[in-house]
């Protein structure tokens, strides 16, 4: 299970990336290629903190979290797109530059089998790299950075840092005080100019001999002390600030660190003993409480015992009122399907019944046919009197031929009647 620190490890894995980019040159590379804008100037804007006037803007700090948190989501995926291209290209694998008129899904499928190409496993869906921002938005450009630099054979090593001399503070010392420091000194340097003396044994026991007989000298001489006591007053008075030891506060020395902590010991202490009486009071006022209220809860139980018995027994009647309810309801709804089947069945009766009673009641057709009729006879009459017409033509042109007949007959017949006579 991932730890509460991982939803901040985006973070540092945004600001590694951005070390990595910087190692790469991408500003001039990558960024001024395309006229884009780096990653510390991007989507932030010039404000200022609020309560402060005179402070710059923090665009550059905050640059530094730029694919981490969400803030344009547009110009953050053609920045994921771009610098992924790039790094591609830098790690040595060809791959063409993305454009933003280019379908997301398959720039983001081409970023990922590259990135399986060099080994790195890919266990997120795809969809992830579409807000532009984000914990994989980081894995993988940081992938991809991290290929780049080995193509290009940087190789990370430990840093060097440069040797400062340090400078010997001037420290004023008081002739009246002797400090820690000094004396400390004076004795390493002792110690190492006796190892640096050879030591020789005769000379050795020489001088143990005459410390012995100095001492047992000294000795018989302070079996009798002829020192002056006012004397040997103001000779420790005279030499007692000199054996002074003072020593140098420092904040990180343990001791002043016990210091604070017997002060807010003592202080927790006088402000316990203040509060234990207030928190004893309110707790004993709290018990008090508590009792009355169990007290009156039992008397209101005993009180209301007959009621919850009749309650119960009331939704205990509800409980079966609501099974039958719901038993009914189902006969109810079954009734209420065939219910509207039925009624779907008599609306189409209906709409039939209706359709065919208006094409029967509709008097349309019987006009139709009274026109159609008159029409008719109209036609006859006209007919009658065309007939008529031709009937008086052929009457009048029998009659013309019959006269000519007629005529004709007797044109050839009176000639011949003087020739009989003859």
Not at 37 to 66: F, T, V
Request: glycine fraction near 4%.
């Amino acid at each position: 299970e991932r730890g509460p620190g991982a939803a901040f490890h985006m973070f540092v894995v945004m600001e590694d990336l951005l070390d990595k980019l910087k190692l790469l040159s991408y500003e001039e590379e990558a960024l001024r290629r395309h006229n884009m804008r780096p990653l510390s100037r991007c989507s932030w804007p010039a404000r200022r903190r609020e309560g402060s006037e005179g402070e710059k803007p923090q665009g550059r700090k905050e640059g530094r979290h730029y694919f981490a948190l969400p803030t344009n989501p547009g110009e953050q995926f053609f920045m994921f797109c771009t610098l992924a291209a790039w790094l591609i290209t830098k790690a040595g694998r060809p791959f063409e530059q993305p454009q933003e008129c280019d379908d997301p899904n398959a720039v983001i499928s081409n970023v990922l089998s590259e990135l399986r190409s060099f080994g790195r496993p890919v266990d997120f869906p795809p969809s992830k790299l579409k807000a532009g921002c984000g914990e994989q938005v980081c894995y993988v450009l940081d992938c991809l950075a991290e290929e780049a630099l080995k193509h290009t054979g940087f190789s990370w090593k430990r840093p060097a840092y440069p040797t400062e001399e340090l400078e010997e503070e001037e420290i004023t010392e008081d002739d009246a005080e002797l400090t820690l420091n000094k004396l400390e000194e004076d004795v390493a340097e002792e110690e190492s100019d006796n190892e640096e003396n050879y030591i020789d044994l005769n000379v050795l026991k020489a001088q143990t001999y005459r410390s012995d007989m100095n001492e047992t000298s000294k000795q018989e001489e302070i079996l009798q002390s002829t020192t002056d006591a006012a004397e040997w007053n103001l000779e420790v008075e005279r030499v007692l600030p000199q054996l002074k030891v003072t020593v140098r506060t420092d904040n990180k020395d343990w001791r002043i660190h016990v210091d604070q902590m017997h002060q807010h010991k003592d202080g927790i202490d006088s402000s316990l003993k203040e509060t234990r009486g207030y928190l004893d009071k309110l707790h004993n006022e709290i018990s008090r409480t508590l009792e009355k209220i169990n007290s009156r809860e039992k008397y209101i139980n005993n009180q209301l015992e007959h009621l919850i018995q009749e309650y119960r027994s009331a939704q205990a009647l509800l409980s079966e009122a609501k099974e039958k309810y719901q038993e009914g309801s189902g006969g109810v709804i079954e009734r209420t399907r065939v219910l509207s089947e039925i009624t779907e069945v008599l609306e189409k009766v209906k709409q039939e019944t209706e359709e065919k009673g208006s094409s029967m009641t509709d008097g349309a057709p019987l006009v139709k046919i009274k026109q159609a009729l008159t029409k008719l006879k109209q036609e006859t009459i006209q007919m009658d009197i065309q007939i008529g017409v031709m009937e008086h033509t052929l009457l009048q042109s029998k009659l013309k031929e019959k006269s000519n007949m007629t005529r004709d007959m007797h044109a050839t017949m009176i000639p011949e009647a003087p020739v009989g006579a003859y």
